[in-house]
DNA sequence: CGTAGACTATGACGTAACGAGAGAGTCAAC
DNA sequence: GTTGACTCTCTCGTTACGTCATAGTCTACG
């Protein structure tokens, strides 16, 4: 028997979430003391935990008691219906993104950032001088227009977009970090090893397999790289360096 | 001088809405007649257009005041914000849709559609094939959990899940097929692109660039493809390969 | 001129899922 | 018996209005 204080501890919720489930009937204690404290048993405990994964998928809390109270409800069926409505979310949120994207272009035309600005205080244009090192050989085996773009595609960032570029790369980082237990082969790991390379690609230049690999040896090599990286988690350059060396050997 | 239904029917909103927004301070009418009726100038109109410009866009209305009542405000700087904020938002989606998926596929098990059914009338059903033809090469590419996954999927869908397929296949076909008179460049028809692109990788198989490509000249090889394709518009398969290549010589 | 019908106004409650108090009672330890 | 940690039940606030309810206004028609 738990009081809510501990539910609400071990689960992850705040106690007054507790009290609306059990105001709205969703999720209501086994028993209650004299003094009128809430008693919670393991097995409430698991209806509880039910109830978040259906949170975590969107569903309402309305739906959530649909789901869990009547056992002939058909879940996948809800399943299928929800994940429609997420996909129509998602295609609204892409129209808007699309058209803030649009209309940021039409208030832009000449504002691109200098090169003095960007210097300033951004670690990661320290890819841009290893994009340098390996530009001549990638001049040899691909178009020329292909690097060019690239050159030009970074000589034209604004302080914001340097700032996006950081935030997205903190996101890749973290999302690494975050799997560090696992093996660096590991799906998911290497699944987030294939956007950060996709990521290069789009934000700076066209990112080979010989460049990753020659990143992936920079991260641990070049300590300005291991410090900025290793923020992100103890030993993360090196873990990293792995995954991406065993992304290639799989790729390519 | 309009009242607030002449308003609310010009420009498609409710009398509420009106009303709400006078309240809020974020649309005063030019003048209010001696019995209290509210007037709208059409500067009004004008100001009433921006806010639905930026209410379509997912800012809140506290937002728009900002936006609007402060000449000077950075409305580049909010944008982009603002865009996050919207990434955010649709990364959120992607997880939820991708936990529903698995949620799914492990409900499922037992209720998968059999072939035959499978192969009655769906054209869909070659896209398999063409799966087949770059199986061992992504086979080799990939990481064997990521291939096999994909094969089960189709494995289990129901004919409802194929009829859904189809749908949603005409749909962006569709959506390609009203765009053919732009240039194969356009932003929208390469955002339809990546939709397609998208949906290949969420409902068939990891869809690499490579794989895209191939299906690009596939359209316009294979008969079989080029005349279900051309169903939506004359030549579209032959505009479509354009505007998938253009799409990955962009994205890779 | 009286009235019906269309339009207007201002509240006020409801929505979803809680957060943030306020005021008050309960429990265990010292 | 007091303190501190915890509990309870209201109640308001949040977003962008929808939906009444009640009441005043305007205009056309008989």
């Not at 028993?31 to 008693?39: D, E, K, Q, V």
């Not at 609204?92 to 200098?114: K, N, W």
């Not at 060019?148 to 996006?164: M, R």
């Not at 090893?193 to 690999?213: L, S």
């Amino acid at each position: 028997m738990y009081k809510v204080k501990e539910v609400a501890d071990i689960v992850g919720v705040s106690v007054r979430t507790l009290h609306h489930y059990d105001q709205i009937g969703l999720l209501q204690p086994e028993s209650i003391t004299p003094a009128g404290y809430r008693l919670y048993t393991s097995s409430n405990l698991e209806r509880l935990q039910q109830i978040l994964f259906f949170k975590e998928i969107g569903f309402s809390l309305q739906e959530i008691k649909n789901v869990l109270d009547q056992p002939d409800f058909d879940r996948k069926e809800a399943l299928k219906l929800h994940k429609d409505l997420l996909k129509k979310k998602r295609q609204r949120l892409d129209d808007m993104i699309h058209t803030v994207d649009q209309t940021i272009q039409s208030l832009e035309g000449g504002t691109a950032m200098t090169n003095e600005d960007m210097f300033k205080g951004f670690d990661m244009k320290e890819i841009e001088e290893h994009q340098k090192k390996y530009a001549d050989e990638v001049r040899e085996k691909y178009p020329k227009e292909t690097v060019d773009q690239a050159q030009a595609k970074t000589s034209q960032y604004t302080k914001d977009d340097w700032q996006n570029i950081m935030e997205e790369t903190n996101e890749i980082y973290g999302n690494i970090a975050k799997r560090m237990d696992r093996d660096p082969a590991d799906p998911e790991v290497q699944q987030e090893v294939g956007k950060w390379k996709q990521f290069i690609t789009e934000n700076f230049y066209y990112c080979t397999f010989e460049i990753f690999r020659g990143l992936a040896d920079l991260y641990v090599d070049d300590p300005r790289f291991t410090k900025n990286i290793d923020k992100h988690g103890e030993g993360l350059s090196q873990y990293l360096r792995k995954a991406m060396i065993i992304y290639c050997d799989n790729h390519s």
